[in-house]
């Protein structure tokens, strides 16, 4: 099993409050790993280091090492917009453009420099068949992509995602805006997608976390608990905390 995140002594500083302590942690590649934990543990902070998202926060102070394939994204010389596009993230709402929803998953390879009308078509059908709502919206792609329903948004903004082609997908609570339908299709879908892609979801949903993914950590107030396989954290944690967390007792 190959190693896609290395994370070493991790911290995270906003202002003069301490969001992540010493965190380490190693994601494995093509599998889906969990992040739970109470409100404000600190989950969406971790995701979004694994992209620099923080980075546009004022004041936040990052130190530590994260590597990517063995290449540290925190390095002077990382460029951004690449980094970005190898880790794409799928938000709780769906943001997408107010445009058609060809224009939405065009967006990102037009930003990267594809023009070609050929091209982008093969990308944009690519891409919805991989977030499997090709067949949903293929006779509608002109349509304005603010009137699909909201777990039908959150499968463009995937495609959308998948478009730049990236080795990876944060999602931070991609299905709390869902129903309990909508939420199924988006779970299969991503035990659909750790196949191409290595997958890092926060989720409060702990049936969600069971349901979906390999490995788990559990955070409480900016540390990392308890790691390892989700099966393991759930049904036989080694930390108290941890154990007070997944049976219900707290949070
Ligand atoms: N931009 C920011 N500036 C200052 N403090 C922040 C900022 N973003 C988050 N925090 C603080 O950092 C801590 C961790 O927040 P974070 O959003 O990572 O938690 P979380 O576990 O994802 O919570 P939730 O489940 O409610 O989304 C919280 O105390 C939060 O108030």
Redesign the pocket.
């Known amino acids: 099993m190959n190693t896609k995140f290395s994370i070493k002594d991790l911290n995270l500083h ?2 003069s ?1 301490k ?1 992540l302590k010493d965190i380490n942690i190693e994601i494995p590649e093509n599998k889906v790993t969990a992040l739970i ?10 995701l979004k280091t694994l992209n620099r998202m923080n980075d546009l ?1 004022n ?2 102070k990052i130190d530590g090492e994260i590597l990517l394939e063995k290449e540290n994204i925190y390095a002077s010389d990382i460029d951004i917009t690449d980094l970005r596009k190898r880790v794409g993230m799928v938000f709780q709402k769906s943001n997408l453009f107010p445009m058609s929803i060809y224009d939405n998953i065009a967006y990102g390879p037009r930003i990267h420099g594809i023009t070609n009308k050929k091209e982008l078509d093969k990308i944009v059908e690519k891409s919805l068949r991989g977030a499997a709502i090709w067949d949903e919206v293929k006779d509608r792609l002109n349509k304005n992509a603010l009137g699909l329903s909201g777990g039908q948004q959150q499968r463009i903004c995937i495609a959308r995602a998948l478009a730049v082609e990236p080795d990876v997908l944060l999602m931070d ?1 991609p299905t709390s805006a869902l129903d309990p339908i909508a939420t199924l299709k988006i779970e299969e879908l991503i035990k659909e997608l750790k196949k191409n892609y290595t997958i890092v979801i ?1 989720t ?1 949903n702990m049936a969600q976390a069971t349901r979906i993914s390999d490995n788990t950590a559990f ?1 409480l107030m ?1 540390e990392l608990i308890e790691y390892g396989d989700t099966k393991e954290v759930f049904n036989n944690p080694t930390n108290e905390k941890t154990k007070d967390y997944v049976t219900g007792r707290f949070g």
């Open positions: 906003y202002g409050f969001a934990g109470p409100s404000g543990c600190g989950k969406s902070t971790f926060v004041n936040v609570e926060v409060h955070f900016g």
